[in-house]
T-cell receptor, first 110, second 113 residues
């Protein structure tokens, strides 16, 4: 079983839709959870960083962590074509290194 | 602040050759981590350097090595290149050792023929 599982998609939604991206993990030592966005031919950029169960909101983005279920989500409200990118979840804990999901490719159609 | 820079951006090599990639972290950041990104395996951790010392290492063969200089700039070397080494190599800098908020460079795309 991989430490971090992420559905690769691809996911295609119309502009304005609510997008839900998810990751599951198996390592109970993970304490810090991140979401990165990666545009084509660019490096990943950090979107959200959280370390506790519950929700964290930043503009149109909400990160949700459920440690009891080992499940994290990223919600994007009012999605825009500029949100089209690959979204990577990442986790840290125990080994002092980030472990990434494989990424979900999102396309938002105008 | 200037972001993380990587050189070169693109590289074509043949099997058996070696390659050196360079990374300049954000000013003030002492941690540099290297990752390999491929469509099949995703982002995989290679190693982390902090204050010129390798602090952590992923599951890659010894052909992959690195170093960090006193100004925190880092280089990664791959010797005896194989076709499977074709990938996007990313470096990320952080103000602290061992993960945390990492800021990525644009990557070096390596093609091995």
């Amino acid at each position: 079983q991989k430490e971090v599982e992420q559905d690769p998609g691809p996911l295609s939604v119309p502009e304005g839709a609510i997008v839900s991206l998810n990751c599951t993990y198996s390592n109970s030592a993970f304490q810090y959870f991140m979401w990165y966005r990666q545009y084509s031919r660019k490096g990943p950029e950090l979107l959200m960083y959280t370390y506790s169960s519950g929700n964290k909101e930043d503009g149109r983005f909400t990160a949700q962590v459920d440690k009891s279920s080992k499940y994290i989500s990223l919600f994007i409200r009012d999605s825009q074509p500029s949100d089209s990118a690959t979204y990577l979840c990442a986790m840290e804990g125990g080994s002092e290194k980030l472990v990434f999901g494989k990424g979900t490719k999102l396309t938002v159609n105008p | 602040k200037a972001g993380v820079t990587q050189t070169p951006r693109y590289l074509i090599k043949t099997r058996g050759q070696q390659v050196t990639l360079s990374c300049s972290p954000i000013s003030g950041h002492r941690s540099v981590s290297w990752y390999q990104q491929t469509p099949g395996q995703g982002l995989q951790f290679l190693f982390e350097y902090f204050s010129e010392t390798q602090r952590n290492k992923g599951n890659f063969p010894g052909r992959f090595s690195g170093r960090q200089f006193s100004n925190s700039r880092s280089e990664m070397n791959v010797s005896t290149l194989e076709l499977g080494d074709s990938a996007l190599y990313l470096c990320a800098s952080s103000s602290r050792q061992g993960g945390g908020t990492q800021y990525f460079g644009p990557g070096t795309r390596l093609l091995v023929l």
